[in-house]
């Protein structure tokens, strides 16, 4: 719209939007239009104000900025002032009597933050589209996780319903000409019928053509040309030495280097941690916990720098599907305490027993051995180990960083293109080879049984009388019981996700609930350095935390990464792996998802503070530091009090609390008034009121009815 078709002064701007803002001119200058969750410019002829909701992202908050010095700068206004929800009586006289000749104080109304529905009350919803005599009918054939196969038939019509996040129309490339047509104006139909918000994003999708948000939604994804050919990847593979110079190749394998750091290894007691020696290093067992510290190598013969890599240490917990809470929480406190020792350059890394990812693999060789069974502990933990009498390996992958050897049932069955490595009573060790196992596999099972000993070797069919009398009968019983079969249970490291498929997002907390924000087509400036963001790859997630984020919030990181694995789209295994990285201190298997990365992006960075300060005129309102979406106890400061939701006063007074929304402890009330409110009411400011003693302080709350 041209600008010149409205009168330049006043005007009310609208800025919403956590991750990519929209600046929305409103018709009419009102309390109406006001949110805690947006940022609001009235443009006056001599003070342009940017008022900044309370629970805004740093987003919306350094847009907001931007656009008002565009405004002021293009129509001339004299001064910009940044006032802060719920401190409008904290400015100027002079501001005040500005504001007041458009926007009544004595009126003000701040709409509360709509709250967006929780991940976790979103399930997926199939419906099967058909048109019976003109009428356009829609079937639930499925709830929960979809699968590609869903999808039958190119002459069928489906819709997904993910609810806020996306309602999709899939059109199959055979379907009825009308219904092709027809296709939006019936989704969005289907979208009114639901009462579903008018903001609702609405897409149809064609078979064939599905976008990456389409197809995130299932676990797997087989594209096709336009001939209904299947599109195959290529299979390429990687030395771990030339990934530390291609970052997007050590992300795709998920490799920080080629393994030859220095690694020490602890075995987690449930009150004491004790260093395993290295020529035991290598044997877990499942009834345990063990920390691996790794320092990242940086020697010139493989080229690496600190720089390259911008962490020198690794620190993985390892956690046994048998190990007591005990154990897991003794583990999670010596992690943070190693983290919290060695300060920066470090990268912590949650993962859980068979589901190791490949880096961890590489510090082993590919030799990682896991028993089904308790670990010495304590004192024996410095003995020589004792490994079980007898037992069966099952070697899993077929390189350094996919192989490793884990325990399975003497009562297994034996697939033939799988390696075992078997003790027999007679402690006699056997590798025994399947006639479809490769020579990469083979190979891979002579080093890890090497560890164990003296060895033999027998391939499928040709077993020796010797062999066979060693091992025992039972194995030729379970050796016949998958005659034939080639297909094996799958054991093998998770994959990378492709790269359409990774997904960003951005965290916040509204009402005391975890809220995602997914970015499509994602940079390195979507991660802000106020915010923490989960990146999403498939076989792990990364937490990435910026340097601003206050201390609660960061040891909220965990927890966030577990919340998007068990409310996504496509089912995960909760057990997946958890790496926390900061701002700075990104690896390479990070910095390798965005494309073309800047390490010194952030040096020349400038937060939203500063930019107020340096833009702000004399006599606006004292800026306030509210770190947004934190998790705050029973007990505020006064950076806490920012954190709650407000509330107008009237209803805080009111006598009846079943009446209040959930959020409000009835003897906290103060804490949910605004500070003008609270100043208006107490006579004294909140960091004040918090000093007196509790007596005083409920005294007070009485006589003002908020009690």
Not at 190 to 209: E, F, N, Q
Request: net charge neutral.
């Amino acid at each position: 719209t041209d600008p010149s078709s409205y009168p330049q002064f006043p005007r009310l701007y609208q800025i919403k939007g956590k991750t990519t803002p929209q600046c929305i001119q409103q018709k009419a200058i009102t309390w109406q239009h006001f949110n805690c969750g947006h940022v609001m410019i009235l443009q006056t002829p001599t003070i342009l104000f940017v008022w900044v909701g309370r629970t805004t992202s740093s987003c919306e908050r350094l847009f907001g900025l931007k656009i008002g010095t565009k405004l002021k700068d293009s129509f001339k206004i004299p001064e910009m002032a940044v006032v802060d929800d719920g401190y409008e009586q904290s400015m100027s006289a002079d501001r005040k009597e500005v504001w007041n000749g458009f926007l009544s104080l004595s009126q003000r109304f701040v709409q509360p933050m709509a709250l967006t529905p929780s991940n976790a009350d979103i399930v997926l919803k199939l419906y099967q589209c058909d048109t019976v005599n003109g009428v356009f009918r829609v079937e639930l054939v499925k709830t929960g996780a979809l699968e590609q196969a869903d999808l039958y038939g190119r002459d069928s019509i489906y819709i997904i319903d993910y609810l806020c996040n996306g309602v999709w129309i899939w059109i199959g490339r055979s379907s009825h000409k009308q219904n092709r047509a027809e296709a939006m104006r019936h989704v969005r139909g289907y979208v009114i019928k639901k009462g579903y918000p008018a903001s609702t994003p609405v897409a149809r999708v064609i078979d064939g053509l599905e976008p990456a948000e389409f197809t995130s939604l299932f676990p797997s994804w087989i594209s096709s040309d336009v001939n209904g050919n299947s599109i195959k990847g290529m299979s390429e593979k990687f030395d771990a030495l030339t990934l530390i110079q291609r970052p997007k190749l050590a992300a795709q394998i998920q490799l920080m280097d080629d393994g030859t750091g220095d690694a020490t290894v602890y075995q987690i007691g449930a009150e004491d941690v004790s260093e395993i020696p290295k020529k035991h290093a290598k044997t877990f067992y499942s009834g345990n916990c063990y920390i691996v510290h790794y320092q990242i190598s940086c020697t010139s013969e493989n080229n690496i720098s600190s720089l390259s890599n911008s962490i020198k240490n690794v620190i993985y917990l390892w956690v046994g599907s048998n190990a007591s809470m005990e154990f897991r929480q003794t583990g999670e406190a010596f992690l943070a305490e190693m983290c919290s020792h060695l300060k920066k350059q470090v990268v912590q890394v949650r993962i859980s027993e068979g589901m190791e990812p490949p880096h961890f693999l590489q510090i082993f060789k590919g030799g990682l051995i896991i028993f089904n069974a308790k670990g010495s502990g304590g004192e024996g933990i410095m003995n020589i180990r004792k490994y079980p009498s007898s037992f069966v390996l099952k070697v899993v992958g077929n390189s350094t960083y996919s192989c490793k050897a884990v325990q399975v049932s003497s009562k297994t069955l034996y697939y033939p293109e799988d390696c075992y490595i078997l003790k027999a009573p007679d402690n006699e060790i056997w590798i025994w080879c399947g006639q479809y196992s490769t020579g990469d596999s083979r190979e891979m099972a002579k080093s890890i049984a090497s560890i164990l000993g003296e060895y033999n070797l027998v391939m499928e069919s040709n077993e020796t009388d010797e062999f066979f009398n060693s091992v025992g009968e039972k194995f030729l019983k379970q050796l016949k019981k998958t005659h034939g079969s080639i297909v094996t249970p799958t054991m093998n490291v998770a994959q990378t996700w492709e790269k359409q498929r990774i997904g960003l997002y951005m965290c916040s907390l509204e009402q005391e609930k975890f809220v995602l924000s997914k970015i499509f087509g994602f940079t390195q400036k979507d991660l802000r350095p106020e915010n923490m963001f989960l990146l999403d790859a498939g076989n792990i997630v990364y937490v990435w935390v910026g340097e601003f984020v206050g201390t609660d919030d960061r040891s909220q990181c965990w927890e966030l990464a577990k919340y998007l694995i068990n409310t996504h789209p496509v089912q995960r295994d909760i057990n997946m792996p958890i790496a926390v990285v900061r701002q700075g201190e990104e690896p390479i298997t990070f910095i390798g998802f965005f494309d073309n990365w800047d390490k010194k992006y952030y040096e020349n960075y400038i937060p939203f503070d500063k930019i107020r300060a340096e833009l702000e005129s004399p006599g606006g309102t004292t800026p306030v530091p509210v770190p947004r979406g934190s998790v705050h106890s029973d007990s505020a400061t006064g950076e806490d009090f920012d954190r709650y939701q407000k509330y107008p006063l009237d209803m805080l007074r009111g006598g009846d609390a079943t009446n209040l929304p959930a959020s409000i402890n009835p003897t906290r009330k103060e804490v949910h008034l605004t500070h003008d409110d609270f100043v208006t009411v107490f006579k004294m400011a909140f960091h004040d009121f918090e000093e007196l003693p509790k007596w005083k302080q409920v005294e007070l709350k009485k006589q003002n009815k908020l009690f």
